[in-house]
């Protein structure tokens, strides 16, 4: 092969490999653009799907039941809204106040930062002005029904009409108002704060999905709502423990590491029927062993927790729904139940009695 032919075979070859080398090119942008265009595409999907909830995702069955809540209202917006729920009461315009919580939260995304309190009064005013309904609430911010339901799920059982007596023994008088409980009873000291999602590392590693509150030994647990008992007993993780399952059975009540020895009143069982107020239990720091009747735990505290159940598969499983309910401890402190000592016992019990009034 001369000189020439070779050149000319050369050209040639460099020309075949430039065009592969161009189709190549050209075959990797095309592929960078479709990633980019997959990109903006499940952007915009999730843009679609949290917008309104605070950059979270709205996760629901095929049949529309929520597997998640994350309940973010603070104290001040839950004293608030409760405000204006009891102050309406009975009035034309009674503001019920979990739909005004789910209004707010539908407009800012279930966050209630500085201006909530602010907002929750805009909101009430425009009701009592008939300027705003609800119902056209629900129609024109697109999570508003989500979060009526989630709240509903969280709150539906906590205020309503009761009968308490006002004296030991006394005769009933009906009210309206909060008629759930504080977990502790009155003048037993505790501290707490927001513990929810912490790590916790007995048995495998895992989030605290409750709220521990630290105080005495012997320290009277009281039933936040009126329920039956759907557990009591030992637990390796949380010791004697009592589950109260709300009437609804929306809300499923967790009391845990109760005092060793004489951990729960003792006429409750399973089944048994309870009324808010109620002593159901006593403080301990029972648990973190499959012995049973241990004190495993550091501190003498009581675990409290709150799980939703929107659908019963839910229930002793993956997809369990406990929601952080430190604003709500802090709320349900406006209702705190008087014990007295019973003598020659172990015991304590309330001193005034409550009915609930069911709601029609």
């Known amino acids: ?25 050209r075959i990797k942008a095309a592929a960078i653009i479709l990633e980019g265009v997959i990109l903006l595409m499940a952007a915009f999907l999730l843009w679609e799907n949290t917008a309104g909830t605070g950059g979270k995702t709205v996760t629901a069955t095929s049949d529309g039941t929520i597997r ?13 809204a409760y405000e204006g729920d ?42 009592k002005n008939k ?18 339901e989630a ?24 009210k309206y108002g909060l008629k759930a409980f504080s977990p502790i009873a009155k003048g037993f000291p505790y501290s707490d704060y927001d513990d929810f999602g912490v790590s916790r590392s007995y048995g495998y590693k895992r989030q605290h999905l409750g709220h521990d509150m630290m105080g005495q030994i012997g320290t009277p647990v ?18 004697w423990r009592i589950g109260i399952r ?22 409750l069982k399973e089944g048994s029927a309870v009324q808010a107020g109620d002593v159901i239990g006593y403080m301990g720091r029972t648990g973190y062993s499959s012995k049973e009747n241990t004190n495993n735990i550091e501190e003498s505290h009581l675990h409290f927790g709150l799980e939703l159940v929107f659908d019963e598969s839910q229930k002793e499983s993956d997809h369990e729904i406990w929601i952080n309910c430190y604003e709500l401890v802090k709320f349900l402190q406006k209702n705190q139940c008087e014990t007295i000592k019973v003598d020659g016992t172990k015991e304590w019990r309330r001193v005034y009695q409550t009915k609930d009034i069911p709601h029609t």
């Not at 709240?151 to 009906?174: C, F, T, W």
């Open 131 to 148: 300027e705003l309904t609800f119902d056209e609430a629900a129609e024109k911010l697109k999570y508003f029904s989500y979060y009526k």
């Open 151 to 174: 709240y509903s799920a969280v709150l539906g059982g906590l205020v309503g009409e009761y009968e308490i007596q006002e004296s030991e023994g006394g005769p009933y008088v009906k």
């Open 222 to 239: 009281i039933c936040i709502e009126t329920g039956y008992v759907e557990a009591l007993g030992w637990n390796q993780y949380g010791g």
């Open 86 to 127: 009891v102050d309406t009461y009975g009035s034309e315009m009674h503001i019920d106040w979990i739909d005004l919580l789910s209004y707010v939260a539908a407009k800012n995304g279930g966050e209630f930062g500085a201006t909530a309190v602010s907002e929750l009064n805009e909101a009430a005013e425009k009701v």
């Open 1 to 25: 092969m001369n000189g020439k032919e070779w050149q000319g075979r050369r050209s040639v070859m460099n020309m075949i490999s430039a065009g592969r080398k161009t189709w190549c090119q």
């Open 68 to 80: 998640w809540v994350d309940f973010n209202v603070s104290y001040e917006a839950l004293c608030k």
């Open 246 to 267: 709300s009437f609804d059975k929306k809300r499923y009540y967790y009391y845990a590491h109760l005092r060793k020895n004489y951990p729960f009143q003792s006429n």
